[in-house]
C-alpha cells in the first residue's frame, strides 16, 4: 500500500499531455525540475504560467504539488481549494486534488479531514483502488485513537447513573425541617416535664412551721 504521508498521486501532468502554448515550455521545464527534485525551482516554472493559459490549471495543480514537497503543506491546500472552486476544472483532475488533500490531511494527523477527502476521490474516480486503500487505513488509525467500546459503554452507563441518582427534592427538604422541629418541640416539652416534676418533688419534701 502506498504510505499516506509521502506519495501524491498523480504527481505532476507530463508535456506530452499539453497543447502547445506559451505556458508549455514553462510547464515543461518545471516537470524536469520536479523530477530531479529541485521542487523550489520548478515551483518558480510553473509560477510563470500566465493565468489565462491554457494549461494554468495543470501548472497550479503541479506547483501545489512542489510546495507539498518542500513540507509547504498549508500552501498547498490553499491552491487545491483554488482549483477545487473553479468550476471548469476536470473531473479526472479534481479526483487527483481530493485524493493529494487526503495525504496532506493523514500527514498532519487530520484523519477525519483525510477521511472525508479520500472519499471525494472515490465518488470522482470509484477506480482509484490507491485512494480507496488510503481510506481504509486512515478509517483504521481513526478508529485506534478511539476508546474501545466497552469503556465507551461504560462511561455511558456511569454518566446515565449520575443523572438518575435522585437529587433532594425543595419539598423532602421542607419535611425535613418539619420532622426536625417536631423533635425539637418534643425535646423541649420533655425537659420542661422533668423541671416540673423536679420543682414539685422539692416543694412535697419541705414541711411547714406551725
Not at 501532468?13 to 508549455?24: E, F, R, V, Y
Not at 521545464?29 to 510563470?48: F, I, P, V, W
Not at 484523519?111 to 472525508?116: A, F, G
Request: include cysteine; charge should be positive.
Amino acid at each position: 500500500m502506498r504510505r499516506l504521508s509521502t506519495i501524491l498521486s498523480g504527481l505532476i501532468i507530463t508535456g506530452s499531455c499539453l497543447a502547445q502554448t506559451t505556458g508549455t515550455q514553462d510547464i515543461k521545464d518545471g516537470n524536469q525540475l520536479y523530477q530531479s527534485q529541485e521542487y523550489a525551482k520548478a515551483e518558480e516554472m510553473y509560477t510563470k504560467v500566465p493565468a489565462t493559459d491554457k494549461h494554468a490549471q495543470v501548472a497550479l495543480y503541479n506547483k501545489a504539488n512542489a510546495l507539498y514537497k518542500q513540507k509547504k503543506g498549508d500552501e498547498a491546500l490553499q491552491l487545491y481549494n483554488q482549483l477545487i472552486a473553479d468550476n471548469s476544472i476536470k473531473k479526472e483532475l479534481l479526483a487527483k486534488i481530493y485524493y493529494n488533500k487526503g495525504v496532506i490531511f493523514s500527514a498532519g494527523q487530520k484523519l477525519p479531514e483525510s477521511i472525508e477527502a479520500y472519499k471525494q476521490a472515490l465518488r470522482l474516480n470509484p477506480d482509484d483502488t490507491e485512494a480507496r486503500e488510503n481510506l481504509q487505513k486512515a478509517l483504521l488509525e481513526l478508529k485506534a485513537k478511539q476508546p474501545p467500546p466497552e469503556k465507551k459503554k461504560e462511561e455511558n452507563k456511569k454518566q446515565q447513573k449520575e443523572q438518575q441518582t435522585p437529587q433532594p427534592s425543595k419539598l423532602k427538604q421542607k419535611q425535613a425541617q418539619q420532622q426536625l422541629e417536631l423533635l425539637r418541640q418534643k425535646e423541649k416539652q420533655i425537659q420542661e416535664r422533668l423541671q416540673n416534676q423536679k420543682s414539685k418533688e422539692g416543694t412535697g419534701g419541705v414541711q411547714k412551721d406551725w
